[in-house]
């Protein structure tokens, strides 16, 4: 079964576990990465992709 994957890169800020969760209730499936993470290392089936930005 293949379903909807969501990106969460946390550049540091607060919000990268909020918008997982949000996105998680919406039923789809969020997955928080560091930036320094490897492209090849995120879902090859992605649909979308969400930056956390550092507040600062």
Same mark, same amino acid.
């Given at each position: 079964? @293949?379903?909807?994957?969501?990106? /969460?890169?946390?550049?540091?800020? =607060?919000?990268?576990?909020? *918008?997982?969760? @949000?996105?998680?209730?919406?039923? /789809?499936?969020?997955?928080?990465? =560091?930036?320094?993470?490897? *492209?090849?290392?995120?879902?090859?089936?992605?649909?979308?992709?969400?930056?956390?930005?550092?507040?600062?």
């Amino acid at each position: 079964m @293949k379903h909807d994957t969501i990106a /969460v890169i946390d550049f540091g800020g =607060q919000y990268a576990h909020l *918008i997982a969760t @949000k996105v998680r209730r919406g039923g /789809v499936f969020a997955e928080i990465r =560091q930036p320094e993470d490897p *492209i090849d290392d995120l879902p090859v089936r992605r649909t979308s992709d969400r930056l956390a930005p550092d507040p600062g």
